[in-house]
Structure formats: C-alpha cells, structure tokens
C-alpha cells in the first residue's frame, strides 16, 4: 500500500540549494519512495537559535511503502550522507529533514511525532507545504493555506528559487 507523505527540507550551511537538490535525488531513488512534487525554495530566518545564517526550505510530496519508521531511518541516513552533524539543538546544519505528515495517520512514539509536533507554528514550512497542498488540512489546526497566511505575517519566507536551480 503506498502512503502520500510531506517531507520539510532545511539547509543553512555551505551549498544550500544543493543540499536541498541532492537531498531530493536521494529520496526520489531511495526503495519504496518516488517524489511527486516538490515546493519552490524560500529562504528564512533561523528560529530559536539566532545568529547563524539563514535557511533555505522547502517541502516534498513522497509516495512511499515504507513504514513511518523505516522513512524516518531513510531521512536520517540522506542527513548523514550530506554531512549532517548533531551537535547544538536548531544550530546550523547542512541539511535537515522532517516528516511532517504520513498519510491521516497521528503517530506518538519515543522516535516518531505525527504530525511533526511544531508544525502548526512554523512559516517556513507551512508556506512550502501550502503551494503544493493548500486544501490540506493540518489536524487540530485547519488548512495549511489560511495557517500560511497567518504565520507569514510574523515570520517572513522569502521566495528564493524553483527546485533544481
């Protein structure tokens, strides 16, 4: 059975368009994965953490077959390989990867939030996510247009470029 999912992508390191570009490469040839749509690039201030560049996000469609938890290793294992290091809590990073949605399922585990549990509050992912889905309703919250439009006015998301530039 193939599940409709929506990944975030994050970068503010280095070559952040290109993180981004090779990160969606290696989703989109990953098993059990195709991407069917990616956002266009926005660039936006870091939050929590200031004084470090700002970020390059976006959000993909995914089809998948794999298990929430078997997406979640994926996306870890594409951070690693693009030289993701953990070191300060939303400090700078190469690249970062959310699963934010997975299908209509509401996932609570001790690795695993379903709806990722901030996205309701972040501009810079609800912006993406509502130029592919707009009608899509965030549960608890209502669409991801309307909730778009509210966070943009506070947190700025800046169009930078189309995928692949």
């Not at 098993?31 to 660039?43: D, Q």
């Not at 889905?133 to 966070?151: K, S, T």
Request: glycine share 8%.
């Amino acid at each position: 059975m193939t599940t409709t999912a929506y990944i975030g992508l994050g970068s503010n390191l280095g070559d952040k368009a290109g993180y981004l570009n090779k990160a969606l490469e290696l989703l989109d040839v990953a098993p059990g994965v195709r991407v069917k749509k990616v956002a266009s690039f926005y660039r936006t201030e870091p939050l929590g953490v200031t004084g470090q560049d700002w970020f390059l996000n976006t959000v993909a469609e995914i089809e998948t077959d794999l298990s929430p938890e078997a997406l979640l290793d994926l996306l870890l294992d594409v951070e690693a390989q693009l030289g993701r290091v953990r070191t300060e809590r939303w400090g700078p990073r190469t690249l970062d990867l959310d699963l934010l949605l997975f299908g209509e399922e509401e996932i609570q585990s001790a690795r695993l939030t379903v709806p990722h549990p901030r996205l309701a509050g972040r501009a810079f992912v609800l912006v993406p996510l509502a130029e592919l889905a707009p009608d899509l309703v965030i549960p608890g919250h209502g669409p991801a247009a309307a909730l778009a439009r509210e966070l943009a006015r506070e947190q700025p998301v800046f169009f930078y470029c189309s995928p692949g530039k």
